[in-house]
């Protein structure tokens, strides 16, 4: 076993300089480590709405003013009354004014904070940004309406025909549940147009034109 010592001071300063520095590696490498396993138990205890309000380290708002906010403040069930005041009285506050920057703010606070809003607006985004995932299931349901014309939307296309493949189409979507609905339904719908019609004279047949010129006149 060697027996020799650092005699030089600025030998010894260097020396304990780098156990210093390991020592402090060593520490935050630790702290690190107990805080990813601890946003990782918090994350995997929250498989529901109830998890979400039966808890305070993870913090959730909604939109100021939209639907998702009217559904809170004006429901009848307990929970979620529970929920809307916790909302309200947070502080910073949980609220925002657009979807995109409650979406940003689930990006950045990286498990820290939950965002509600529409089912069909949470699949748009998980499309665009994989670290975005949908927990529990969904609050509430509603049906959507598409408003049309009375008389003409697309070249020698009755409006009541067009219902009709629209209405089709959103029926398909229900039923099949496609992963990719943002494109496929688009694509499908705009397929039986062109099948029955001129694919020249349906409004995305010709992009060039300007819409004006895709307009049709009323008969």
């Known amino acids: 076993m060697s027996t020799t ?7 010894r300063m260097l020396a304990g300089m780098w ?7 060593n520490a935050s490498y630790t702290a690190n480590l107990a805080a990813f396993l601890t ?8 498989k529901s709405v109830q998890d979400l309000a039966d808890q305070t380290k993870v913090k959730y708002g909604v939109m100021e003013g939209g639907s998702t906010a009217g559904f809170f403040s004006k429901s009848d069930n307990p929970l979620y009354q529970r929920m809307w005041v916790q909302m309200s009285q947070s502080k910073p506050s949980v609220f925002v004014k657009t979807n995109d920057e409650g979406v940003a703010r689930v990006r950045k606070e990286k498990g820290k904070f939950a965002y509600f809003m529409e089912s069909s607006s949470i699949g748009y985004q998980m499309h665009k940004f994989c670290d975005l995932i949908q927990v529990g299931m969904e609050l509430d349901s509603k049906s959507y309406g598409i408003a049309l014309p009375l008389k003409w939307l697309i070249v020698n296309i009755p409006a009541t025909e067009l219902d009709a493949i629209l209405h089709l189409a959103i029926l398909n979507l229900e039923q099949t549940q496609h992963s990719d609905p943002w494109t496929y339904d688009a694509l499908m719908m705009r397929d039986s147009l062109n099948e ?4 020249s004279k349906v409004w995305w047949g010709n ?7 895709r307009m049709p006149e009323p008969p």
């Open 39 to 46: 946003n990782g138990r918090i994350e995997e205890t929250i």
């Open 196 to 199: 029955r019609y001129d694919s």
């Open 19 to 25: 156990w210093f520095f390991v020592l402090i590696l």
């Open 207 to 213: 992009p060039k034109q300007s819409e004006e010129e």
């Open 5 to 11: 010592l650092l005699r030089a001071v600025s030998t």
